[in-house]
C-alpha cells in the first residue's frame, strides 16, 4: 500500500486506532479526514486540489490543496480556517525561513503562528485571556493544522528527522493572535508593510513563552516596567543572548497602555530594551554552547577579554518583535517573551490570508 | 454499517533533479570525514565511517573531530580536505 493513498475501515472506534498505527499523529487525538469533510475544505477553497503550494522539509513531501485540507480536516479546521494555514505554510516555506533547519535541529523551537487583522474578530482567534493557551477553537486548530502538516508533510517526527532535545508544548499547537483592539501602536503585519484592513499569518520559530510580572498596573515608571522586562529577556543560557536573532515579547493590554500613555511606541520600546537586556561578558563566558568562533557567536560585537563589558540579548534593536495580546489580569500586567533560534532560522515571516 | 475512507495526510515525496549527476564512488581512494565529536554523536559518525570504510574499502582515511556543533573547523581543516578523494562533512549535530 502506498502511504499517500486513502484507506477504509469499517467504523469510527477502528479509524481512530488505525491512525494511530499509520502514525498520522503526534500523540494527540485527530479527526477521521472523511470524503465529506475533506471535500468541504475543498469546495471552499474553490482551488485546484493537486495545486502545490510547496515542497514540506525535511522529508520534502508535496503539499498540495488536497493534503493541506485533509490535514487541517485532521486538526479540526472548520473550511473557513484552511486560508489561514495556508497563510503560515506560505511564510514557513520561504527559504530564508530555513525551515528544515527549525524541523531538525536539537534546539527546542517551534513555529509560532500570529494572526492579525480583521479575520481575528471575524473567526473568533483568541487575543486575551490565556492568549496561549486553550479556549478558542480557531486558534487551536489553525496552529494544531500547521503542526500535523510539518508532521504529516514534513516529516518532523521526534528522534528521527526532528532532534530536538527538549522540544516543548507548542509543538502540538502554537498559535495566537494579536489584540485588534487595545492595541496603541501597529500590528506586527502593518509593520510588514500590509495594511491595517488586511489579515495576514505570521511566522515565527520561537521557545515556549517566558511569563514576565511586570507590575505595571501598580507602579508609575514605563522605565520600570522596561527594566523587569529587560532582565526577564537576558538570560545566560537563552539561545539568542548566546547566538543572536529575533525575540518576540508579547506585551499585554495594560502594560502596553501604560507605555503608550508615557509616549512609548515600538522604536522606543526596541531601542531601550536593546540598551537594558545586557548580561556581562564574565558571566557570558561561563556558557560554552557556542564556540567564540562561530560566526552567532557574541565575541564577534562584544570584547570577550573585558568581563565587564555587556553582551546585548538583541543584537539590533529590530530584532525584538512586538505583539499586544493577552488578558487585563489584575495590576499585575503580564507579560511574555519568547527567544527565537539564533541567527540561524526562523525569523518572522508575513503572508496575506487570501479567502475564496 | 458502510465502510468509511479515510483520506491520507502524507504527501508524496518532491526528488531532487534528475539532471543533477551523482558523484561517482571513489573505490580504493582517500576518504576524509570532518564531524562533530560530541560524545552523543560519536556512535552515529564511528558506525558510518564503519560502513563506508567496508563499502569502499579507502586505501587511507582521514579524521577532522571538532569538539562540538557548533564549533567551526579551521580554514586549515577545512583545506586539508582537498587532498581527499571523497570528504564527508557532518553539518550541525
Given at each position: 500500500?502506498?502511504?499517500t493513498?486513502?484507506v477504509?475501515?469499517?467504523?469510527?472506534?477502528d479509524?481512530?486506532?488505525?491512525?494511530?498505527?499509520l502514525?498520522?499523529?503526534d500523540g494527540?487525538p485527530?479527526?477521521?479526514?472523511t470524503t465529506?469533510?475533506?471535500?468541504?475544505?475543498?469546495e471552499?477553497?474553490n482551488?485546484?486540489?493537486?495545486e502545490i503550494?510547496?515542497?514540506?522539509?525535511?522529508?520534502?513531501?508535496?503539499?498540495?490543496?488536497?493534503?493541506?485540507a485533509?490535514?487541517?480536516?485532521?486538526?479540526?479546521?472548520?473550511?473557513q480556517?484552511?486560508p489561514?494555514?495556508?497563510a503560515?505554510?506560505e511564510?514557513l516555506?520561504?527559504?530564508?525561513f530555513?525551515l528544515n533547519?527549525?524541523?531538525?535541529?536539537?534546539n527546542?523551537v517551534?513555529?509560532?503562528?500570529?494572526?492579525?487583522?480583521?479575520?481575528?474578530?471575524e473567526?473568533?482567534?483568541?487575543?486575551?485571556?490565556?492568549?496561549?493557551?486553550?479556549g478558542?477553537?480557531?486558534?487551536?486548530?489553525?496552529?494544531?493544522?500547521?503542526?500535523l502538516?510539518?508532521?504529516n508533510?514534513?516529516g518532523?517526527?521526534?528522534?528521527?528527522?526532528?532532534?530536538?532535545?527538549?522540544?516543548h508544548?507548542?509543538?502540538?499547537?502554537?498559535c495566537?493572535a494579536?489584540?485588534?483592539?487595545?492595541?496603541?501602536?501597529?500590528s506586527?503585519?502593518?509593520e510588514?508593510?500590509f495594511?491595517k484592513?488586511t489579515?495576514?499569518?505570521?511566522?515565527f520559530?520561537?521557545?515556549?513563552p517566558?511569563?514576565?510580572?511586570?507590575?505595571?498596573?501598580?507602579?508609575?515608571?514605563?522605565?520600570?516596567?522596561?527594566?523587569?522586562?529587560?532582565?526577564?529577556?537576558?538570560?545566560?543560557?537563552?539561545?539568542?543572548?548566546?547566538?543572536?536573532?529575533?525575540?518576540l515579547l508579547?506585551?499585554?493590554p495594560?502594560?502596553?497602555?501604560?507605555?503608550?500613555?508615557?509616549?512609548?511606541?515600538?522604536?522606543?520600546?526596541?531601542?531601550?530594551?536593546?540598551q537594558?537586556?545586557v548580561?556581562?561578558?564574565?558571566?557570558m563566558?561561563s556558557?560554552?554552547?557556542?564556540?567564540?568562533?562561530?560566526?552567532?557567536h557574541?565575541?564577534s560585537?562584544?570584547?570577550?577579554?573585558?568581563?565587564?563589558?555587556?553582551?546585548p540579548?538583541?543584537r539590533?534593536?529590530e530584532k525584538?518583535?512586538i505583539?499586544?495580546?493577552?488578558?487585563?489580569?489584575?495590576?499585575?500586567?503580564?507579560c511574555?517573551v519568547?527567544?527565537?533560534?539564533?541567527e540561524?532560522?526562523?525569523?518572522?515571516?508575513?503572508?496575506?490570508?487570501?479567502?475564496? | 454499517?458502510?465502510?468509511?475512507?479515510l483520506?491520507?495526510?502524507?504527501?508524496?515525496?518532491?526528488?531532487?533533479?534528475?539532471d543533477?549527476?551523482?558523484?561517482s564512488?571513489?573505490r580504493g581512494?582517500?576518504?576524509?570525514?570532518?564531524?562533530n565529536?560530541?560524545?552523543?554523536v560519536l556512535?552515529?559518525?564511528n558506525?558510518?565511517?564503519s560502513?563506508?570504510?567496508s563499502?569502499l574499502?579507502?586505501?587511507e582515511?582521514?579524521?577532522?573531530?571538532?569538539?562540538?556543533?557548533?564549533?567551526?573547523?579551521?580554514?586549515?581543516?577545512?583545506?586539508?580536505?582537498?587532498?581527499a578523494?571523497?570528504?564527508?562533512v557532518g553539518?550541525?549535530?
Amino acid at each position: 500500500m502506498d502511504i499517500t493513498d486513502p484507506v477504509s475501515v469499517n467504523n469510527l472506534e477502528d479509524a481512530h486506532e488505525l491512525m494511530y498505527d499509520l502514525g498520522w499523529t503526534d500523540g494527540l487525538p485527530v479527526i477521521p479526514p472523511t470524503t465529506k469533510l475533506v471535500n468541504a475544505v475543498l469546495e471552499h477553497l474553490n482551488r485546484d486540489p493537486q495545486e502545490i503550494i510547496g515542497i514540506v522539509p525535511p522529508k520534502n513531501r508535496i503539499a498540495s490543496i488536497e493534503k493541506i485540507a485533509i490535514n487541517c480536516v485532521m486538526a479540526g479546521c472548520k473550511p473557513q480556517h484552511v486560508p489561514v494555514v495556508i497563510a503560515a505554510l506560505e511564510g514557513l516555506l520561504e527559504d530564508s525561513f530555513n525551515l528544515n533547519g527549525v524541523q531538525a535541529t536539537t534546539n527546542c523551537v517551534a513555529p509560532l503562528t500570529i494572526v492579525s487583522g480583521p479575520i481575528v474578530d471575524e473567526l473568533n482567534f483568541n487575543y486575551g485571556d490565556n492568549v496561549f493557551g486553550g479556549g478558542s477553537r480557531s486558534s487551536a486548530v489553525v496552529g494544531r493544522a500547521v503542526r500535523l502538516i510539518l508532521w504529516n508533510l514534513g516529516g518532523g517526527y521526534p528522534g528521527e528527522i526532528d532532534r530536538a532535545t527538549i522540544g516543548h508544548p507548542g509543538k502540538y499547537t502554537f498559535c495566537i493572535a494579536e489584540d485588534p483592539h487595545n492595541n496603541p501602536w501597529e500590528s506586527i503585519h502593518e509593520e510588514m508593510g500590509f495594511s491595517k484592513d488586511t489579515s495576514c499569518a505570521s511566522v515565527f520559530a520561537c521557545e515556549a513563552p517566558h511569563h514576565i510580572a511586570t507590575g505595571s498596573g501598580y507602579i508609575l515608571s514605563a522605565t520600570d516596567i522596561l527594566k523587569v522586562i529587560a532582565d526577564s529577556t537576558a538570560t545566560a543560557g537563552s539561545s539568542t543572548m548566546n547566538g543572536g536573532g529575533q525575540i518576540l515579547l508579547v506585551i499585554g493590554p495594560m502594560t502596553a497602555q501604560k507605555l503608550s500613555s508615557e509616549g512609548y511606541n515600538k522604536e522606543r520600546i526596541r531601542k531601550e530594551l536593546a540598551q537594558l537586556a545586557v548580561k556581562p561578558v564574565g558571566l557570558m563566558k561561563s556558557n560554552q554552547f557556542l564556540n567564540p568562533g562561530h560566526p552567532f557567536h557574541w565575541a564577534s560585537i562584544v570584547d570577550a577579554n573585558d568581563d565587564k563589558a555587556m553582551v546585548p540579548a538583541l543584537r539590533e534593536p529590530e530584532k525584538l518583535l512586538i505583539a499586544v495580546a493577552g488578558g487585563w489580569g489584575s495590576g499585575s500586567g503580564f507579560c511574555a517573551v519568547t527567544h527565537g533560534w539564533m541567527e540561524a532560522g526562523g525569523h518572522l515571516q508575513t503572508r496575506e490570508i487570501k479567502n475564496p | 454499517m458502510s465502510e468509511i475512507i479515510l483520506h491520507s495526510p502524507i504527501g508524496k515525496e518532491s526528488y531532487f533533479d534528475p539532471d543533477i549527476t551523482p558523484i561517482s564512488t571513489p573505490r580504493g581512494g582517500k576518504v576524509a570525514f570532518l564531524f562533530n565529536g560530541h560524545v552523543s554523536v560519536l556512535p552515529f559518525w564511528n558506525n558510518l565511517e564503519s560502513q563506508i570504510k567496508s563499502v569502499l574499502e579507502p586505501t587511507e582515511t582521514m579524521q577532522i573531530v571538532k569538539p562540538n556543533t557548533f564549533a567551526p573547523a579551521s580554514s586549515e581543516a577545512i583545506e586539508s580536505l582537498s587532498s581527499a578523494d571523497l570528504a564527508i562533512v557532518g553539518v550541525c549535530a
